[in-house]
C-alpha cells in the first residue's frame, strides 16, 4: 500500500551558519556602529538583543534574509513578545520549530479526513504517516496539506509504493 511522510524538520546547522552571516554582518554595517545588537542561539531559541525596537526591527530583516539565502523557510521561527531588558535595550526570544506538535498533527488529521479523500493517517511522534490504495490519493492530500493554512513548513518524505 502506498504511504508517505509528513514532516517539519529544521536544519540546525544551516541555521547556525545564518547566525554568523547576522553576526558579520552587523559588524560590519554603518547603521550598527556602535551598537550592542547580538543573536544567540541556544538549544531550539535564539535571543535577539537590540538597543531599540528600530534596531530589532532591522534585524528581523536580517534574519529572514539570511534564512532565505540559506535555504530555510522563515516560518520555522515564532517569534515571542519582545521585552525590555536593561536600559532601553530590547530583548526577544524567537522559538525555533522543528517537528510537528500534537495540535497541528491533529489539525491536519481532521482536516485530510474532513477532505473525502480515502486515506488512513496516523500519528506517529512528531510525524504522519498517510497511506492509501492509490498513488493519486497520496498526491491529491499532498495538494490538500499544501493548500492549508499552516504557518509551519512541511516536508513529504518517504513516499514508497
Known amino acids: 500500500m502506498p504511504s508517505f511522510d509528513i514532516v517539519s524538520k529544521t536544519d540546525f546547522a544551516e541555521i547556525d551558519n545564518a547566525l554568523q552571516n547576522v553576526t558579520r554582518e552587523i559588524s560590519q554595517r554603518y547603521d550598527f556602529k556602535g551598537a550592542h545588537c547580538t543573536v544567540e542561539r541556544k538549544d531550539q531559541e535564539l535571543t535577539i538583543n537590540a538597543d531599540d525596537d528600530l534596531k530589532l526591527k532591522q534585524m528581523h530583516e536580517l534574519l529572514q534574509g539570511h ?11 515564532d ?24 495540535e497541528l498533527a491533529k489539525r491536519i488529521v481532521k482536516d ?3 477532505s473525502g479523500l480515502k486515506v488512513q493517517v496516523a500519528i506517529q511522534g512528531d510525524e504522519l504517516r498517510v497511506s492509501g490504495k492509490k498513488r493519486d490519493d497520496l498526491q491529491a492530500v499532498i495538494q490538500f496539506v499544501k493548500g492549508l493554512k499552516i504557518e509551519q513548513p512541511l516536508q513529504y518524505e518517504n513516499f514508497r509504493d
Open 79 to 102: 517569534y515571542k513578545e519582545p521585552e525590555k531588558a536593561a536600559g532601553q535595550s530590547v530583548r526577544q526570544k524567537v522559538a525555533i520549530r522543528d517537528g510537528l506538535d500534537k
Open 67 to 77: 534564512l532565505a539565502r540559506r535555504n530555510v523557510e522563515a516560518g520555522v521561527l
Open 112 to 114: 485530510i479526513k474532513g
